[in-house]
């Protein structure tokens, strides 16, 4: 996330009440002796959603340590201080002893070159029990009271702006997830469609009204096919959405910080989901081929959404801003002159008379990793923000970015996977120096060094990607081994092997 | 575009004061009789755009006749009687003798079984000449006095409730284009990058502001790059906002009737450029592989865009519908239930529970072809539909309708095309009832039928496609050879060979 929230980090970092920036400044004397992070407040069952009426906000006391990496790492305090040196930049991965990751999951981090106080990246590897609410759908008792369902998750999520946002989503998002998933346990687990309409009352069904059965109604001809699948989908973007909204209550007490890009994976009955709201990346490499799972969300990928809302809602463009883009300032001189713009519904270019409105500075501005919404942040969905406003102005940016994830299936049961196929997760620190054919040949070349049994060859795989993309420390800064610039960023990797469930301890 | 239009259509072609609808009524001789369509009339010299200032609105005065079918089909009386015959449905090409068309394109097409009084299908073939404008980038004189050029242009416009607005867009849609690009014949065969910034005065360059050449600003790290490319497709997404704007002009004088979908390809400097607005697909079929170049714009497709604006335009909606779609029609005994919906941030479902605004009709429902947009129109992009109200209201659709296309483009010099690789473009008549591999074993079965320089060759395949996806007339309907159902809609086919822009006459 380094260099995408431009000055309006340091202007929110200074102003939160934290120590400013110390780059390069490795002893942290505090930050080690700090306690491992608090225990997971859950949310309230089920949270709280717009019109569902039926629930109170979580109101999770927050007392954060400032400091904390994920709890699967086991740090010791000094380990928790060497992983927060900037200047060593030590690759992090869970210890060779002990229990290791669900699926073998192979798991490295490392922290940024010095532009950010601590990591900002969070991580969470989660097995994840859903216990089902008493018979929702009004069958029987007996026919309800059947098992949970576990559901195995892995989360990254690269914060911003201070590292409040990051932390509180690898703690709590899983659980909203397992909120959302209550409802369908005995739907899920049952072969038939969905109900499309479930009965007031839970265990009294309305033997009168089998209305959720009923055929297609005048105006449908038929009533739409709803899968399994798409209700999980829908149980995870909603918990997205509410795992924002509870940062929003959360923050009026000044407490969440910053903000969030979350990759998530969730493994439930025999399909991978792969949400993502960020410009957080996720590929399979499966018998060396590369299926992309997720795509970036930034200011360019999401330039027409951007431009459309500021073209609806003019009002959240305040006086300071256009919709329309244009390749480069317009200067005041230029009035009157014809200049290359784009508009909301294009995607080519054409000229425009310059008037006096096009002098304000543009929604969606720059190129690549440089390009930015507001002229603040680089990246266009995630979580938190909530206190995220354009620098030196009142203007929330929030409006403008969204917390929902593009969810992408996969389904693990349609292929039979050898222990090299993986599904590689990284936060952009990985991918902004990274190619996915590059990742695919680390992925050939260390798994083929280690016997297929052996656990640890994923948490290699996850160090080599990560040693790869940060490099090592030459004169001036850090270098790859062709002598561009390695990743200054914090770089987070899951390696996800797709043996089969069977694989995890 | 048949059954895409559900009653609204019968409500505006009866209020429009157009004869009512003749189902299998072959004889007409008024349509026989009728004069070809009037010449065409060109829009003023730029057209009008917000905020440019620079010309005023076309004010073409529309004097059509009551039928016509393109020109190049050169139709005798007799001719247009048995192409407006909706019991023989013979397929109509172009007469072997005369000219033919650029590129040897090959065309055909079929009126629909009934539904409609005429063939809402329009086409449009054409060489365009574009003079350009007198230096706009302020070169000097000797070198601006160049060249014009030319672009080849085919289009295809599948009309609904009405002909009117298939009519005009097939007469005055690529004058429109040619307009766009007047502004750009200096710059596009100037192998330069295209000045970002064009002097107030042409042919006066301020040679005191050099600043179209000036590099980066403050805010930006570099200036975008922008391709001669992308101001080609400006050009041909400005234009259809311009045709649709002269719709709208020229409807408050009740003239222009229904709306139509737009699927136009313009060949331009080595590339062609595919712009679709509607439900018309275009393929490319290149030594047998099928290459998309367009995809369809319908209620399904376009569904969070329609329920976005429906979010944060709730007055847009009326008091009528929710922006909230449900797999079925809610019913007011459902009130406190939990149903399954889609927000305009979903791609899965989950549970509400029902709240009195539910009950509201879904903006968007139904599935497939049968999808509508307020319960009335199939389609989300296209030209016209200005009068277009839901039925039984006065509330109006044309909010929710795009006319922007979107634009492909595929380079044709990349390639070494051979006589059989052809860009096929249809109407969804076609589409309805035929998939991409079977268009492209039709192209394989018939070309290879065919000597490589037989210029008849691809008007042989368009009939083909239009055959094969009309059927023939059995006991009930017209049938394809597998017994199910043909199209009963217009179907239109355009046969583009990709063998090179030296193979038109």
Request: glycine residues 10%; hydrophobic residues 35%.
């Amino acid at each position: 996330m380094l260099n995408r929230v431009r000055s309006a980090v340091a202007h929110l970092v200074s102003s939160g009440g934290a120590p400013p920036p110390r780059p390069k400044s490795p002893d942290l004397p505090n930050a080690a002796s700090a306690p491992p992070a608090a225990a997971p407040e859950a949310p309230r069952s089920p949270p709280a959603k717009a019109g569902s009426g039926s629930a109170t906000p979580a109101k999770a006391v927050e007392t954060r340590a400032s400091f904390s990496r994920p709890t699967f790492l086991q740090l010791s305090p000094g380990g928790l201080r060497r992983a927060d040196d900037h200047a060593g930049r030590a690759v992090q991965s869970p210890p060779d002893t002990g229990r290791r990751l669900p699926w073998s999951t192979g798991y490295a981090e490392v922290i940024n070159a010095g532009k950010s106080r601590h990591n900002e990246d969070q991580a969470c590897c989660e097995v994840v029990y859903v216990e089902g609410r008493r018979s929702v759908t009004g069958a029987p008792r007996e026919l309800s009271r059947g098992q949970g369902l576990c559901f195995y998750y892995w989360g990254l999520f690269d914060g911003h702006a201070g590292g409040g946002a990051a932390e509180m989503a690898s703690r709590l998002l899983h659980r909203h997830i397992r909120e959302q998933l209550k409802d369908l346990v005995e739907i899920l687990q049952d072969p038939s469609p969905p109900p499309l309409c479930l009965p007031t009352t839970p265990g009294t069904p309305d033997s009168s009204d089998p209305s959720h059965l009923l055929g297609p109604q005048s105006c449908w001809s038929s009533q739409k096919e709803v899968t399994h699948e798409s209700l999980v989908v829908g149980a995870i973007e909603n918990a997205f959405q509410l795992m924002d909204e509870q940062m929003a209550r959360e923050r009026r007490g000044h407490q969440v910080e910053g903000g969030c890009c979350a990759l998530v994976v969730v493994y439930l009955l025999g399909k991978v989901y792969v949400a993502n709201a960020g410009d957080s990346r996720a590929i399979i490499v499966r018998n060396g081929e590369i299926i992309p799972m997720s795509r970036e969300f930034t200011p360019e990928t999401e330039r027409q959404r951007l431009q459309l809302l500021g073209f609806l809602k003019p009002e959240l463009l305040g006086s300071e801003f256009t919709h329309l883009e244009f390749p480069r300032r317009v200067l005041p001189k230029e009035l009157g002159q014809r200049m290359l713009y784009r508009d909301q519904n294009m995607t080519g270019w054409a000229y425009k008379k310059i008037e006096l409105e096009d002098l304000r500075f543009p929604l969606v501005c720059g190129e690549g990793k440089k390009a930015r919404v507001m002229a603040t942040i680089g990246v266009t969905r995630g979580l938190g923000d909530h206190n995220l406003k354009v620098c030196s102005s009142t203007l929330p940016i929030k409006p403008f970015l969204s917390c929902f994830p593009e969810v992408r299936v996969y389904d693990l049961t349609q292929y039979e996977h050898c222990p090299d196929d993986v599904l590689v997760l990284g936060t952009d620190g990985l991918w902004d120096v990274t190619t996915d054919y590059e990742v695919a040949a680390t992925v050939d070349r260390v798994l083929s060094a280690y016997e297929p049994n052996d656990h640890s060859r994923y948490t290699a795989l996850a160090q080599a990607l990560v040693l790869g993309a940060r490099g090592t420390p030459r004169d001036r800064g850090w270098r790859l081994p062709n002598n561009k610039l390695g990743s200054g960023d914090d770089i987070s990797v899951f390696v996800i092997p797709l043996g089969g469930p069977g694989s995890y301890s």
